[in-house]
C-alpha cells in the first residue's frame, strides 16, 4: 500500500523533465581551478585576456617591410634602396620590430637583382598593408571565454595564448548515489547466493564525472524506513542532488517512495515509459531526490533522461535531444503494459542514405545498456513499428565511448 499522497503518477517524459526543471537551484559557486584542469569545467565569469597577441606589429606573409613615408619620400623608386636600413626582410607572424616600418609587400611582388632591390611591383600599395597589428588575434581586456561557456581543450589553447592560468570555473554539483536493497553486497566481496553485485552506482559515479559533477558515494542501505530515512536526510543535506536505487518497486520494498515522501515532498511517483516506470521524483529540504529503479536496464536509462539534464541544470548548461532518422531492421510491437522505450543500434550501412536502427534485446542485464547508441519510442495504444519502417531515433547523448 502506497503513502505517497498527492504525487502525480505515470509522467509522460516531458512533464518530468519540466517538473524537475522548477527545482533545480543554478548556484553559481566560483573556484579556481589551475589551466590543464579546467576542461570541462564552466566558465564563472567573462574570462578576459591578460595579454594582447601579437604583442609586436608582425609580417602577415613573407617578403619586405619598410616605411611607408619613406616609400613616398623615394617617389616609389626603391633601386636604391638597402637591406636593414630602408627595409628588412620579414617572414610570416614575425615580428617586426623597427618603428617605422609600417608597410609590406609580399616577396612575389617584389623584383631582386643579385640581391639588391630593384622594383616593387605591385602598383596599388596603401599604408599599412599585410602587417598584423597588436592585439589582432587577442587583446587585453577581450573576453577569450564567455561565462557559462562549458570549457573544451580548444578553450585550453585560447586561454593559455591570453596568458590565462588560473581559471574561474563553477564548483562541480555534487551527486549523492545511495544503493540500497537487502540482497546488494559490494563488488569486493564474494556475493552469496542470491545476493546481488551492486553495479549501479559504478557507472552512475563515472556519468556523474563525465557530465560535470562529482559523485559522493554512500554505503548500501538496507532495506528499513529508519534507514533510508535518515541517508536520504543526511544525502540532502550534503548534495546537490540525490540518487537512490533500487527498492521502488510495487512489491515489497515500497520503501523508498514511502521514506521520500516522510521526509521531503514527492512530486511523482513513476514515469509514464518503462523501462524504469517506478522512477520518482523528491524534493527534501529543498534538495532534488531521484528514486531510480534497480535493474540497471532500466536504471542506466531513466539516469540519462533524468539526471543529467538535472546535473546540467545545476551548471547552467542546456539539455538537448537529437533525433535522426533511421530505417528499422525488425518488427517492434508495442509494450502490453506501458509506453517503452526500446535501445537501439544506429548504424550506416555503405551505400545507403539513412542509418540502419537495429533494436537491442531487452533482458534487464544484457549487453545492450553499453552497446545502444539509440532509444525508440513506442506508444502502448499505437500500432508499433514495422521492419523497412522509416523511425526517429533519438540519439544517446553525454557518452565518450558511444
Ligand atoms: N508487481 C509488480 N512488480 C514489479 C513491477 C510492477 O509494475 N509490478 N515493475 C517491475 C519493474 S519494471 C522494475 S524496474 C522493478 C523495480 O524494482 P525496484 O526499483 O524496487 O528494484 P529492486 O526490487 O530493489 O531491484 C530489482 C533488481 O535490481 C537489482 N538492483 C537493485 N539495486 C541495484 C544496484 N545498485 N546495482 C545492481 N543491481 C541492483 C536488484 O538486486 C534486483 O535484482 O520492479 C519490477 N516489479
Ligand atoms: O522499469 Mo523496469 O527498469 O522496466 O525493468
Not at 531526490?289 to 531513466?302: H, I, N, R
Not at 533511421?326 to 551505400?351: K, M, N, Q, S, W
Request: include cysteine; hydrophobic fraction near 40%; proline fraction near 6%.
Amino acid at each position: 500500500m502506497s503513502m505517497t499522497g498527492s504525487a502525480r503518477m505515470n509522467m509522460p517524459r516531458l512533464e518530468a523533465l519540466e517538473e524537475i526543471g522548477k527545482h533545480i537551484k543554478y548556484r553559481p559557486i566560483e573556484e579556481i581551478v589551475p589551466l590543464p584542469d579546467a576542461v570541462k569545467r564552466v566558465a564563472a565569469r567573462d574570462i578576459v585576456s591578460r595579454l594582447n597577441v601579437p604583442d609586436v606589429k608582425c609580417s602577415r606573409w613573407d617578403g619586405i617591410c619598410f616605411s611607408w613615408q619613406h616609400y613616398l619620400d623615394s617617389g616609389r623608386d626603391v633601386s636604391s634602396w638597402q637591406a636593414e636600413v630602408d627595409y628588412i626582410f620579414s617572414n610570416t607572424g614575425i615580428p617586426v620590430f623597427q618603428q617605422a616600418f609600417d608597410t609590406m609587400v609580399m616577396i612575389e611582388k617584389t623584383t631582386f637583382h643579385e640581391n639588391q632591390l630593384i622594383s616593387i611591383d605591385q602598383k596599388d600599395v596603401v599604408q599599412g598593408q599585410q602587417m598584423i597589428p597588436v592585439g589582432e588575434r587577442m587583446a587585453i581586456g577581450e573576453i577569450i571565454v564567455a561565462k557559462g561557456t562549458l570549457i573544451t581543450p580548444s578553450h585550453l589553447n585560447l586561454l593559455a595564448t591570453g596568458g590565462v592560468i588560473q581559471v574561474p570555473v563553477l564548483k562541480k554539483p555534487i551527486v549523492a548515489l545511495l544503493p540500497s536493497g537487502n540482497e546488494l553486497v559490494s563488488c569486493y566481496n564474494t556475493p552469496a547466493p542470491g545476493q546481488t553485485i551492486e553495479s549501479n552506482t559504478f557507472s552512475m559515479a563515472a556519468k556523474v564525472r563525465q557530465w560535470g559533477g562529482k559523485e559522493l558515494l554512500f554505503p548500501i542501505a538496507r532495506d528499513e524506513h529508519a534507514v533510508l530515512r535518515s541517508r536520504l536526510k543526511e544525502a540532502a543535506a550534503k548534495a546537490d542532488i540525490v540518487v537512490i536505487c533500487g527498492g521502488s518497486g510495487r512489491g515489497r520494498f515500497d520503501l523508498l517512495q514511502e521514506a521520500a515522501s516522510d521526509v521531503g515532498e514527492l512530486y511523482f511517483s513513476s514515469v509514464e515509459h518503462g523501462p524504469g516506470k517506478r522512477t520518482c521524483f523528491s524534493l527534501i529540504d529543498g534538495t532534488p531526490v531521484f528514486g531510480l529503479v534497480g535493474p540497471p536496464g532500466g536504471e542506466e536509462m531513466t539516469f540519462d533522461f533524468y539526471v543529467r539534464p538535472a546535473l546540467l541544470a545545476c551548471l547552467g548548461q542546456p539539455y538537448r535531444v537529437t533525433e535522426v532518422q533511421a530505417v528499422l531492421d525488425e518488427d517492434i510491437a508495442p509494450h502490453h503494459r506501458t509506453d517503452f522505450i526500446y535501445t537501439i543500434g544506429l548504424y550506416r550501412v555503405p551505400g545507403e542514405k539513412l542509418l540502419h536502427a537495429r533494436p537491442l534485446p531487452h533482458s534487464r542485464l544484457d549487453r545492450s545498456i553499453a552497446e545502444h547508441n539509440g532509444y525508440l519510442f513506442v506508444h502502448q495504444k499505437g500500432p508499433g513499428h514495422k521492419k523497412g519502417e522509416t523511425v526517429m531515433v533519438e540519439l544517446r547523448t553525454g557518452h565518450e565511448n558511444i
